[in-house]
């Protein structure tokens, strides 16, 4: 019997959730360990991590330990389909369409996670008050990444970026996405219905499965007090 797999996170921070939807989609057993922001940078984390950033990886099954930057869940993401999703239920290894899972994968993370994560970064954290020209410049972002989506799936007519059927590349948007009216504002939301409906839709089919459901409401609790 497989042992599960410890994935490293904050609990309130995004990065650390798409892994995790990625093991609930195949089924795997896994188990979530939370660091404190305060002890990234400290052993025994700084063992697993050298960059002291989460999310983190251990699979006791294989020995293998991997970790990530903070925008990022690529290796972790790559490694558990590679190593686990033998029916190709999340992903394909066929040419051309893995090239066109793998361009999505990558603009989640060149794209969204970093212009997402610095919204939130200028708005809550920054220690200049109001730096406006800052926040207006990623809430740009955050429209054009929802934009870009939005054209997309307009012109292919398809429910997901690759195709009939959700693979990983869509997934991987998921806990960046479920901050948007956190990042931009209640009133955000009519607007994102209204101007970039296909991205609307297509986010919504994502955060009505079961898996993302399951995960949403163990981030939300394990949230509490952060």
């Given amino acids: ?8 996170g904050h609990a309130s921070g995004p990065n650390p959730w798409k892994p995790i939807i990625i093991l609930e989609e195949l089924g795997i057993k896994y188990e979530i360990e939370y660091i404190d922001f305060g002890n990234l940078k400290k052993e025994p984390y700084l063992s697993i991590n050298p ?8 699979d006791p099954n294989t020995g293998v330990t991997l970790w990530e930057l903070i925008e990022q869940s690529a290796a972790i993401i790559d490694y558990l389909l590679d190593t686990y999703d033998t029916t190709s239920k999340l992903h394909t290894t066929k040419t051309p369409d893995k090239y066109y899972q793998q361009q999505w994968s990558y603009f989640q993370m060149s794209g969204q996670g970093p212009y997402f994560g610095q919204k939130a970064w200028f708005t809550f954290f920054h220690p200049e008050k109001n730096p406006t020209s800052a926040i207006d410049r990623y809430a740009a972002e955050i429209k054009r990444v929802l934009g870009v989506i939005d054209l997309h799936l307009s012109k292919t007519s398809n429910p997901y970026l690759t195709g009939k059927e959700v693979q990983y590349c869509d997934l991987m948007f998921v806990p960046w996405n479920s901050m948007v009216p956190f990042l931009m504002g209640e009133e955000f939301v009519k607007e994102w219905k209204d101007t970039y409906p296909r991205s ?14 399951k995960v949403m409401e163990i981030k939300a609790e394990a949230s509490k007090g952060h």
């Fill in 1 to 8: 019997m497989s042992k599960p797999i410890k994935i490293c």
């Fill in 51 to 58: 960059n002291g950033r989460t999310p983190s990886m251990q």
């Fill in 200 to 213: 609307w839709g297509w986010n919504e089919k994502l955060m009505g499965r079961a898996t993302v459901k």
